[in-house]
């Protein structure tokens, strides 16, 4: 069985002999493997199940300005801070939801095609994922603010239910492009949970957002291909809306939020999970011994019956010591020595 079909066996909640497994690592993460290895090829020396490839934005630094980027949204992003991978938005295109008047960008296909085209390419016997970052919720508060979407939510606004529309629009076509090639899933980042429940709540959730997802999978699974879901955070709270709209696997999956082993019990044969390997506490703050003793044991429990891809919890970040990663990749590689 090759990496591509140990992780649809996995996303089918099936029993395979190994568990599928995949990290991203951010460029400050990458710098600091390489400097602790002292091998600018280090990357190519770690196995993954999955090869993605996400749209973003498209942010062009700006030349009069080191370390700010410019997105083909309209949106300044500065990255000059400790987040050098995508920043923090420095300005607003929307300035009022209700009395919207702003455009959004035609779709620069000639660059999708061209994430697509590599995709396709480097992929070998990977499973294939096309994936949008900023693809609902976040999207629109990069746009509009924060609290200005929050507070439009409370308010109800039919401007922001517009806003939400619009933005489902582009992406569908951003979608029907990756929908040609030759993939087997397709990817959603948003961001909707925080430490503890959600940063809207499940009621202003199921009103603003649950339509348009429910749209953008329906794209998705009317072609036969599995859908993922980003989110960090608590979103517990939307798993069954999830799951009855059509998601195959959630991630992120963090152990510091959930009980993972009664959300593994409930919802083995419905959702598939990937990710529990926290960045935030253990790869961060534990030993290299721990972080394998740990890793061991989290794959074990979400490993039984399939349904698992295991994976750090988040994009690894410039605070994770490189020996952690390398105990991490020794379990993940390693199986039969420790599960």
């Not at 050098?84 to 960008?105: H, L, M, Q, S, W």
């Not at 933005?167 to 961001?191: H, M, P, S, T």
Request: charged share 30%.
């Amino acid at each position: 069985m090759n990496r591509r079909e140990t992780v649809i066996q996995a996303l089918k909640h099936k029993q395979t002999d190994l568990c599928p497994f995949t990290v991203n690592f951010t460029k400050q993460a990458v710098d600091n493997l390489v400097n602790y290895t002292k091998n600018p090829d280090i990357l190519s020396k770690f196995d993954t199940y999955i090869q993605v490839a996400e749209y973003w934005g498209r942010p062009t630094e700006i030349s009069e300005k080191p370390n700010f980027y410019l997105d083909d949204f309209g949106i300044i992003w500065n990255r000059s801070g400790a987040d050098k991978d995508i920043g923090i938005p420095d300005n607003r295109a929307i300035k009022d939801i209700e009395n919207n008047d702003y455009v959004f960008p035609e779709v620069d296909e000639a660059y999708i095609r061209n994430l697509f085209d590599n995709l396709v390419k480097t992929k070998q016997d990977r499973f294939a994922v096309a994936g949008l970052g900023f693809s609902l919720f976040e999207r629109s508060w990069t746009l509009a603010g924060m609290p200005q979407v929050l507070m439009a939510m409370a308010e109800k606004s039919d401007g922001l239910h517009k806003l939400f529309d619009d933005i489902c629009d582009f992406n569908l076509k951003i979608i029907d492009v990756a929908l040609e090639y030759d993939i087997d899933g397709f990817y959603f980042g948003d961001d909707w949970g925080q430490q503890k429940n959600m940063i809207m709540g499940p009621e202003y959730w199921r009103d603003y957002i649950k339509p348009r997802l429910k749209r953008m999978y329906k794209r998705v699974k009317d072609k036969g291909l599995y859908v993922i879901q980003h989110s960090c955070g608590d979103i517990e709270p939307v798993f069954d809306d999830l799951v009855e709209i059509g998601l195959d696997c959630y991630q992120t999956f963090q152990p510091e939020i959930y009980d993972i082993e009664k959300i593994k019990d409930i919802y083995t044969g419905k959702l598939a999970f990937w990710g529990a390997i926290s960045t935030q506490q253990l790869l961060s703050r534990a030993s290299a011994d721990e972080v394998k003793k740990e890793t061991a044991r989290i794959m074990k429990i979400l490993f039984k019956n399939g349904g698992y891809i295991a994976s750090s919890t988040h994009a690894i970040e410039f605070d994770v010591p490189a020996e952690n990663i390398l105990a991490m990749y020794d379990v993940f590689t390693n199986q039969d020595k420790y599960l």
